[in-house]
């Protein structure tokens, strides 16, 4: 019981020699010297104290690399920011580092052979049990860098099926939750790990039938995530693996409410993870709340950056031009013989019509959208994964979460709101250290987005052109007119109102003494019967 209470309470495990030098009961060991896992040091602190040689922690896995490297010129060289304390050594060969040996044979039978940056310096710290923030671009292998840790959490927790899930995984859109039920799927074969993703749009009763089985590994959209924790279909108490993928997106798409709801039902002693592409307040403030004392990774810069492997292409022109402009470019691409290509643009209606306008064309391409059911989503993604249909049109559904080998281009047939949105549109191609190229269409109605887009392609050393900067520079000529514009106003407002004021007067008492003279005039021309009478009388 004891060995059981130290597996759920940490990862340790505990043997008792043969010939115990002194007798300690299970009581007084469980009373005076058994601790939770946060204060493990203070546990070892005291054990060591004690003269009882019969009694040996050892961890289930190590968060040492085998061969230390200089951690600090790793980090260096590829611009790792560490913020915390105890912090381990990163990961720089997978042969080498401190995973079980199942892990190992798991990813060589994946084909991995090394970490990106976020997994080097991500898989340590969460295997040592610290809360963690991660701050990295999208395509930097994020997925890989919670889950691998999670199937070590369930693994060696030895956890009892049912009862709600183990590791549970929050993510902002349907695409990105089955984007990691594909990878999490990996372990369900491998290392005998049931996942499952629940989102909306698909069967409730066939998710919930799942669940009621049993789960280790949840992957969920706070919506429907919430919906089932109301009906008392599952519960989280059993949910000591938390992680929040793309925590910045899930909070502008105002799903603060449920991740909270969500946080407070899993156990206090729990290990949280959140990855996210930038770091504002809203999401420092939700760690602040709930993780307590982490350990922040930022690869790079803390502010969204386009990937450097883009080329980017601007392409200004007038509204009416715009078509005849996306037709020059699409022949352009095909002359450069794409592999895949995605096409972007803000309403759910035009993806339609683009789409059959390619196909009548000639083009391979198929469009996504909100609107469309989860199984007609599916497919139009299988296909355009499989290269049946080598072109997709999408709104921003596909923005985010879609990670499809093979994407060569990317067209903003419309600039997306705001330049993030941009960034995580053209980070579809170029992922995994492979370049690739984006097209964007700007008219004068994308003006005040101009000087944005000039900063993130200044970040990534892209050639800017000529007619950017002077769309840019007419919209800042334009606000400051209306800036000016409505200050002058404000300044003549008096006098003019003042002027008015005396004007209005004079022409009331002009008015005024009209009215007398033709009051006078008119009595004196055809006279008052009553005026008359006094007359009379008077007389």
């Known amino acids: 019981m004891l060995t059981r209470l130290l597996r ?75 913020i ?95 984007q990691i039920e594909q990878v999490a799927k990996d372990f369900e074969k491998l290392l005998n790990i049931r996942c499952l993703c629940i989102y909306g749009g698909a069967s409730r009763s066939v998710q919930a039938e799942k669940l009621r089985e049993g789960v280790d590994i949840l992957i969920a959209t706070p919506g429907r995530l919430n919906d089932f924790l109301n009906s008392k279909t599952t519960t989280l108490n059993r949910s000591t693996y938390v992680v929040l993928d793309e925590a910045d997106r899930m909070l502008d798409m105002g799903f603060e409410p449920q991740i909270r709801q969500a946080l407070e039902g899993v156990p206090k002693e729990r290990q949280i993870l959140m990855f996210s592409a930038t770091w504002p307040k809203e999401v420092r403030h939700l760690a602040r709340d709930y993780l307590g004392d982490f350990v922040q990774v930022n690869v790079g810069s803390t502010e969204l950056s386009a990937n450097h492997n883009i080329k980017q292409l601007v392409h200004v022109c007038d509204q009416e031009e715009k078509m005849d402009k996306f037709k020059e ?86 600039f997306p709101n705001t330049s993030e949105d941009y960034i995580h549109r053209i980070g579809r191609t170029g992922r995994q250290e492979n370049k690739g190229v984006s097209h964007t269409i700007l008219t004068d109605e994308n003006a005040r987005q101009a000087q944005s887009l000039i900063e993130v392609m ?55 003494n009209n009215y007398q003279y033709n009051n006078n005039r008119s009595s004196n021309r055809y006279g008052s019967p009553r005026s008359n009478r006094y007359e009379e009388e008077d007389y």
């Open 8 to 82: 759920q309470r940490g990862v340790y495990k505990l043997s008792i020699g043969s010939k115990p030098k002194y007798e300690v009961t299970l009581s007084q060991f469980v009373n005076t010297y058994f601790i939770p896992y946060s204060t493990y040091n203070q546990f070892i602190t005291t054990t060591s104290k004690l003269q009882i040689p019969t009694i040996q922690l050892g961890k289930f896995y190590s968060t040492k690399a085998a061969q230390r490297l200089d951690s600090d010129e790793y980090r260096n060289e590829h611009n790792i920011t560490v």
């Open 84 to 178: 915390g304390d105890d912090v381990p050594d990163p990961y720089t060969e997978i042969d080498t580092c401190g995973f079980p040996v199942y892990i190992k044979n798991f990813l060589n039978e994946q084909g991995f052979s090394k970490p990106t940056v976020i997994q080097s310096q991500g898989w340590p710290i969460a295997l040592s049990g610290k809360n963690f923030v991660g701050i990295a671009q999208t395509g930097t292998g994020k997925t890989l860098a919670y889950l691998l840790p999670a199937a070590v959490h369930i693994k060696e927790k030895k956890a009892r099926r049912g009862l709600g899930p183990v590791v549970l995984v929050l993510a902002p859109t349907r695409e990105l939750a089955r």
């Open 329 to 414: 470019i699409m022949h352009e691409i095909s002359g450069d013989n794409y592999g895949k290509l995605l096409i972007f643009t803000n309403t759910k209606r035009f993806v339609d019509s683009l789409a059959n306008t390619l196909q009548k064309n000639g083009w391979p391409a198929v469009g996504i959208h909100g609107d469309k059911t989860q199984l007609q989503r599916d497919k139009i993604i299988n296909q355009f994964k499989t290269g049946r249909s080598r072109i997709l049109v999408a709104t921003d559904v596909a923005a985010r979460g879609l990670d499809v080998d093979g994407v060569t281009h990317v067209v903003n047939y419309d």
């Open 458 to 512: 200044k970040e990534a050393n892209q050639e800017i052109p000529r007619a950017l900067l002077d769309l840019a520079a007419c919209h800042n000529i334009t606000k400051e007119k209306e800036k000016q514009s409505k200050w002058r106003p404000r300044q003549n407002n008096y006098q003019y109102s003042r002027s008015n004021y005396q004007y209005n007067r004079n022409n009331y008492q002009s008015n005024r």
